[in-house]
Nanobody, 116 residues
Framework: QWQLVESGGGLVQPGGSLRLSCAASGFTLNSYAIGWFRQAPGNEREGVSCIGAGDGSTHYADSVKGRFTISRDNDKNTVYLQMDSLKPEDTALYYC?????????WGQGTQVTVSL
């Protein structure tokens, strides 16, 4: 049974940091491209960052470039999203997605709230 679980969300003040985790079970994450997405109430889901399966190339939305860092730990079958210099507009439900060929898995999401 496959499972993709996000964790690490929470309440943080503006300027603070959080590290989100996307942990997989039932399949090997390093053979999948992993994307982080977020959705705020009333907004459409948007892509935040992704990391390739092969060369591990990374990409970021302009809104988070220079503040967020995506990385893999293959030994732990986990992908991380380090979020620094958080802003109130980063508040959203964050999801990870694993994609390979015609297969994709989504996690259930973890809430990030940036507020005083």
């Amino acid at each position: 049974q496959w499972q993709l679980v996000e964790s690490g969300g929470g309440l943080v003040q503006p300027g603070g940091s959080l590290r989100l985790s996307c942990a997989a079970s039932g399949f090997t994450l390093n053979s999948y491209a992993i994307g982080w997405f977020r959705q705020a109430p009333g907004n459409e889901r948007e892509g935040v960052s992704c990391i390739g399966a092969g060369d591990g190339s990374t990409h970021y939305a302009d809104s988070v470039k220079g503040r967020f860092t995506i990385s893999r730990d293959n030994d732990k079958n986990t992908v991380y999203l380090q979020m620094d210099s958080l802003k109130p507009e980063d508040t959203a439900l964050y999801y990870c997605k694993a994609t390979r060929l015609f297969t994709e898995y989504w996690g259930q999401g973890t809430q990030v709230t940036v507020s005083l």
